[in-house]
């Protein structure tokens, strides 16, 4: 956390692939819990997680509250919010619209729900959305 009093949250990383480098990755300093589909061997400690492919994220959400952890929140690449969001497993998005004309990535995924509140950070549109079925 930048710029914010306290310590930083427990780190929840998803690496299907073992695409991360586990030696130069920021991530793995300070508290964390690795999921993946298969052990690796360099994951220090005793905080690596094996997750189904046919419920990934309610096994990765089971033992996030078996860790005591009862908040979580997710800033993740398109895919991993998509999934999150199309299966409602979310509470509340914060959604930052910048009048920026962006050209290339992956468009966003494109939350509904009860607006509850919006403002402004310089010229990016924050939009504070719950989901209504939570």
Do not use: C
């Not at 710029?3 to 929840?12: E, F, I, M």
């Not at 299907?16 to 991530?27: A, E, F, G, L």
């Not at 009048?99 to 939009?127: C, T």
């Amino acid at each position: 956390t930048r710029n914010y009093p306290g310590s930083d949250p427990v780190k929840l990383i998803i690496d299907r692939q073992h695409r991360i480098n586990v030696n130069d990755h920021p991530s793995f300093q300070g508290d964390y819990l690795y999921f993946s589909y298969q052990k690796r061997r360099n994951i220090p400690g005793e905080n690596q997680y094996i997750i189904s492919r046919d419920s990934e994220l309610e096994s990765i959400l089971h033992e996030v509250m078996k860790s005591q952890i009862n908040s979580v929140i997710i800033e993740g690449g398109s895919k991993i919010i998509r999934s999150f969001y199309n299966q409602g497993l979310w509470d509340e998005a914060r959604v930052i619209t910048t009048p920026n004309v962006l050209e290339e990535g992956i468009k966003a995924v494109n939350v509904e729900g009860n607006l509850i509140n919006e403002y402004y950070i310089d010229n990016d549109l924050v939009q504070i959305i719950k989901n209504p079925l939570s």
